[in-house]
């Protein structure tokens, strides 16, 4: 754990208080004064950063090739997570991580490299990504860099954004962010309405930088943004209530549905799941596949959509 803090000290630029010695390590504040204690006698180089009102401690230098060598199962789930993320049809995201794999390996001693060698080549060949049915994302890299020095610089974001049945226009954004899922969003502040919209990428084109400045709102937050909603869609939040049949239960109380979700057990060995959130076409598409074993309580409106999703199926049937 010592060595553990010592390469998160020599990871942060601006130094580590107590508190989030704490924190990061999982353990009350004197033992994180022993931790540091320890650190400061082990690494004569680490240095006290005065920020009132708090103290920092920080690594400057980095530590050596043998304190940093990762192991075989860190470079094990970093080449499952590359493989994991061509296979989804994301190679320039793929690419990022298969160049960081690269780096890492080339600064290991070949001693060290030759020794995790073959058991990471067991490893990757005992383990493999599992690809789910279902579209396959798009993040092309040319986009994707334009989005991210609009993010970094704080200017607008141009593009054409076409939508099936819709003419194409043109868009001019503040860039928030990127969700990545079953399909890639960019969340944008409209410089118009200033209202925070979702754009998948593969629907944009022409995608610029613009000159000026545009920032998101201040008080925005892309992790609570991309929690209101059941999959990436926001639509109106609504407070969902499913109750699960006693067949479906124990796969329910396993199923993460959402982050503010509660399951209560029912008598006749059922649960009730509740949470609140937007997507409501999303959520009718995944309870698609509970079939029989979910009633939707409540809102109204998902009952509304998984009606119109299923009439809709029908009118699809009837066709062929």
Not at 46 to 74: C, M, N, Y
Not at 148 to 162: D, E, H, K, T
Not at 200 to 214: F, K, N
Request: hydrophobic share 40%; aromatic share 6%.
């Amino acid at each position: 754990m010592v060595i553990d803090l010592a390469r998160r000290m020599a990871a942060s630029a601006e130094g580590l208080t107590l508190d989030d010695m704490s924190r990061d390590m999982e353990v009350g504040r004197r033992t994180a004064e022993r931790m540091r204690d320890a650190v400061l006698m082990l690494f004569p180089q680490a240095e006290e950063v005065s920020d009132p009102p708090h103290k920092r401690w920080r690594i400057r230098g980095g530590l050596s090739a043998f304190e940093q060598a990762p192991t075989t199962e860190e470079l094990v789930e970093l080449t499952k997570a590359a493989q994991g993320l061509r296979a989804t049809g994301e190679p320039a995201r793929a690419a990022g991580l298969e160049g960081l794999e690269r780096k890492l390996k080339s600064a290991m001693r070949s001693t060290t490299l030759n020794r995790l060698a073959p058991d990471l080549e067991a490893l990757v060949r005992a383990e493999t990504i599992a690809v789910q049915a279902g579209p396959r994302p798009s993040a092309d890299e040319a986009v994707l860099a334009e989005i991210r020095q609009a993010v970094l610089a704080g200017q607008p974001l141009g593009f054409i954004y076409s939508r099936p049945g819709a003419e194409a226009r043109r868009r001019s954004a503040a860039p928030c962010g990127v969700m990545f899922g079953r399909a890639n969003y960019l969340v944008a502040a409209d410089r118009e309405s200033g209202r925070i919209q979702t754009f998948r990428l593969d629907r944009m084109s022409a995608v610029r930088a613009e000159d000026g400045v545009a920032s998101p709102p201040a008080d925005f937050d892309l992790q609570a943004f991309a929690s209101q909603s059941f999959g990436i869609y926001q639509d109106e939040i609504e407070d969902v209530v499913l109750r699960i049949s006693p067949e479906g239960a124990a796969e329910a109380r396993a199923w993460r549905w959402h982050p503010t979700q509660t399951v209560e057990d029912q008598a006749d060995g059922g649960v009730v799941v509740r949470f609140r959130a937007s997507g409501m076409r999303e959520l009718a598409w995944h309870l698609f596949t509970w079939g029989e074993q979910v009633q939707i309580v409540s809102p109204a409106r998902l009952r509304a959509v998984m009606r119109g999703e299923l009439e809709a199926s029908m009118r699809g049937l009837e066709r062929t």
